[in-house]
């Protein structure tokens, strides 16, 4: 990633640009619905090689985009150049649908990291009617690096 | 999954199956190397797919592995219904190797719960000829449910 | 803790009742500031007994706050018997003021166990003029218990 | 706190020192009982103020001998300038007795941070005859500060 001179932040652009180098993210198929300073939103449409053995969306797919919402909304304020420190998730229900959707945003950025809080929610229709139902929630931590690192 | 009539713990056999039930497990290729009362250790050969844009392990499939070897630790000494809470993941450093390991074992098991450490490991080489680098450490909840869930 | 009969949740006398029984919450001078279905929000009114070495709000009043705030609300919902599972939290800033609030709401209750989010906020002066400043967020786990317990 | 010049470390007596400046571990009573480097012990011998309404040890008062074992424990291999991200904790089972006893370790440390486990023991004498019995499990994460602050 690369930011504009003298501008840490991002544009939506140059987001999608950095989702799309990612390997991991194109073999899920993941794409940046909403990218703002202090934000971003993640799709993943939903695939039936996502389940666990009931039927159930993997928690791995779950704490996956947790991960990369919660990187990307303080990638927003903090710049491209960070790490992600850690991810809390807690799982509220069991989930299926047609479409996750990963909404995170920066509760507090400083000089040296941003916490951020993300609802992953699941909705029965792509494009979605509605928001969808809330199937987890994270907190995560990510740190201003010295040069571009962990997604 | 289905445990031995009176006995709520499988044997590595039942576990490796409940694995391969996974879909996106076997997206992932994920294998069980090892399960015992008490532990579990999930092996996943890395693929250029899995990696993020600057080139490491992404954080996902580190968190998809904890999530993943913390249920199946718990599961060891719950039984197959389970239904895992929710995990924390701390990231040490950036990733890359042949070879991910998670190795979850279990703190304390009640009726109710298990609570699990994990430690993710990456090799060089696959097979292993040693531990590997320490490269992300976890500490989950598995819930025992009244049918078999959430992975 | 006695709910109502027939009625698990609890009323703000009720859940004043079970706060003025900790003592540890006497210690500290903790107050239940408001008490609704899905939330509840605690007060601390900071003494300088509460500082670090550095003169600051000690890290271990922000958690207390948090994993008692997250209790209380999940408790609105879930009635007495209740046993926190779990709580992460991740500080913010150093802190200092007159008075802590922790606020804490209900993203998600089952039959088993709700989930929590907290907001840690520091006020300059006791009463509060304004919200306060964020200086920690959190997010807990409460389980519902076959008898009361852990608080 | 103020290490040897040219040592980040801490001497045991500098640490205790460290501990004894902060006002609410001495309104708890806290003592440190081992540092080292890479790691460090807290015991808080248990008073009936620590309680919650049913008798059991306060969360609170585990969390906050987590928040501050792990903080101690960073401080062992980073020194003093340290500040305390986040702690998550996992409170296994009611707890009481004489002491309570934090013994948190170094899993991983950086330039930037440390990443640390905490088990937490409730021992029914004190001096205690043995480790006593795990009560909560945490794991934390300390960021290298410019300049001393929140514990």
Redesign the interface.
Known sequence: ?TGSAGDPRLSLDVARQ?LA???????LGTRLAAFEPGSATLELPLR???????G?L????L??????AV?FAAGSVLGPAV?????????????WGRLLRARASV??A?R??A?C?CDLLVVAEDPAPDDGT?VA???G?V?VSGQ????
């Open positions: 990633m950095a180098a990612q390997p991991f993210s194109r073999l039936d090689d996502f389940r666990q053995q009931h159930h993997h928690g791995g797919v704490c996956y985009a947790a991960d990369n990187t790490l992600t420190g850690g991810v809390t998730i807690s799982y509220l229900r069991p989930a509760v507090h400083g040296r990291q916490v809080r809330l929630v994270a907190q931590t740190l571009p690192t962990q997604a």
